[in-house]
């Protein structure tokens, strides 16, 4: 199944929303120190099948990361190990920093 594909505007109307959700960073911590969204989860992409008792399989999952390629691994991932509710943030923490949060930093 194909994983879904959420823009940073369709994330923001969520979390504006207060919809009961989980963002999943997998980016490496500098990077997630640098810019990340609130509430965020830091879990680095390579760490995630030692790590997966923290998630939730029946909590939305939202994967994020720089510019949306490793997020989809990590959605694939989570999907392989039997989570149904997953999307990726398209376009990454950089559409987010673009489209929702200017005053984030780009890099």
């Known amino acids: 199944m194909a994983i879904k594909q959420l823009s940073a505007t369709e994330l923001k109307t969520k979390i504006d ?21 609130s509430n ?4 680095p992409l390579h760490q995630i099948p030692e790590r997966l008792s923290e998630l939730n399989k029946q909590q939305a999952i939202i994967c994020v990361c720089h510019h949306g390629f490793r997020s989809q691994q990590a959605a694939h991932y989570l999907e392989h190990s ?3 509710d997953l999307a990726n ?5 950089d559409a987010w ?4 949060d200017t005053s984030m930093p780009r890099y």
């Open 89 to 93: 943030l398209q376009g990454g923490i």
């Open 97 to 100: 920093s673009v489209l929702c």
């Open 40 to 43: 965020s989860l830091l879990i």
């Open 17 to 37: 929303n207060n919809e009961p959700l989980l963002l999943l960073d997998v980016r490496e911590p500098n990077e997630f120190q640098y810019a990340s969204i």
């Open 82 to 84: 039997g989570f149904t």
